[in-house]
Antibody, heavy 121, light 113 residues
Framework: EVQLVESGGGLVQPGRSLRLSCAAS????????MHWVRQAPGKGLEWVAL????????EYADSVKGRFTISRDNAKNSLYLQMNSLRPEDTALYYC??????????????WGQGTLVTVSS | DIVMTQSPDSLAVSLGERATINCKSS????????????LAWYQQKPGQPPKLLIY???ARESGVPDRFSGGGSGTDFTLTISSLQAEDVAVYYC?????????FGQGTKVEIK
């Protein structure tokens, strides 16, 4: 059974940093690209970042470019999101999602339950 | 960026009746090389993550009931629930994977009338 379990969320002050993790199991992690998607409270879905299976292609939404860094450790079956210079508008439930393809070209076939990040003083 | 616009924002349908959600993209989601439409539909129930329902605009994900169907091509797409069940109450999102940034529609809330 495919499982994606996010962790690392919490309450953080504006300008500070946070690192999210996503532990994957039930599939061969290095066969798939991965994404982070976020959802502000009561709002819709916003794609955040993509990383291909080999980390050779990484892309970001303009709203987080230069502040967030996506990475993965295939040996640990884990995906990460380093979030720096956090802003109140980054407050959201952060989901990791699996791409159907290793190159990150397709739809998201599995999602985790999400981890909540709250940016507030 | 490709803008995805859903309509309506919400709809209330009687049990057993048809529900139709529209999704329009600001540019074509069809590649001339393969004629596939890079459009997916997701269902999000309260307190749950999104769940993939439809990909390639009309291909049903494994395990999804056949009352869910997707249609359309180019820039205009639909998700139809042929006979609404109580467990279908949710917010539905369309999403393009034609390019990055991946973009979603604003969501359509489906309720029971």
């Amino acid at each position: 059974e495919v499982q994606l379990v996010e962790s690392g969320g919490g309450l953080v002050q504006p300008g500070r940093s946070l690192r999210l993790s996503c532990a994957a199991s039930g599939f061969k992690f290095d066969d798939y690209a991965m994404h982070w998607v976020r959802q502000a409270p009561g709002k819709g879905l916003e794609w955040v970042a993509l990383i291909t299976w080999d980390s050779n292609n990484i892309e970001y939404a303009d709203s987080v470019k230069g502040r967030f860094t996506i990475s993965r450790d295939n040996a640990k079956n884990s995906l990460y999101l380093q979030m720096n210079s956090l802003r109140p508008e980054d407050t959201a439930l952060y989901y990791c999602a699996r791409d159907f393809d290793s190159r990150g070209l397709y739809y998201f076939d599995y999602w985790g339950q999400g981890t909540l990040v709250t940016v507030s003083s | 960026d490709i803008v995805m616009t859903q309509s309506p924002d919400s709809l209330a349908v009687s049990l057993g009746e048809r529900a139709t959600i529209n999704c329009k993209s600001s540019q074509s989601l069809s590649y001339s090389s393969n004629y596939k439409n890079y459009l997916a539909w997701y269902q999000q129930k309260p307190g749950q993550p999104p769940k993939l329902l439809i990909y390639w605009a009309s291909a049903r994900e494994s395990g999804v009931p056949d009352r869910f169907s997707g249609g359309g091509s180019g820039t205009d797409f639909t998700l139809t629930i042929s006979s609404l069940q109580a467990e279908d109450v949710a917010v539905y999102y369309c999403q393009q994977y034609y390019n990055t940034p991946r973009t979603f529609g604003q969501g359509t809330k489906v309720e029971i009338k």
